[in-house]
């Protein structure tokens, strides 16, 4: 029988570690303005792919 099997998820039993996550915002934060760039970057790139279909609607209906 096969020990890893793909369509029987694991059981995660520990929680979310607030420490772990706060260690893990301090090795980033050297970083923190490329990261804050790529993050705007990507809500601006939704934003226009979500506009797109409304510009090309008021394309056709003209």
Known sequence: MA?????IDEKLDA???FT???NLLG???PYFRPLSQTLV???VASALNLLSP??????INR
């Open 15 to 17: 929680p979310f570690n």
């Open 41 to 43: 970057a990507m809500v």
């Open 54 to 59: 409304l510009i090309l609607m008021t394309a």
């Open 20 to 22: 772990q996550f706060k």
């Open 3 to 7: 020990r890893n099997r793909y369509d």
């Open 27 to 29: 090795f980033s934060r």
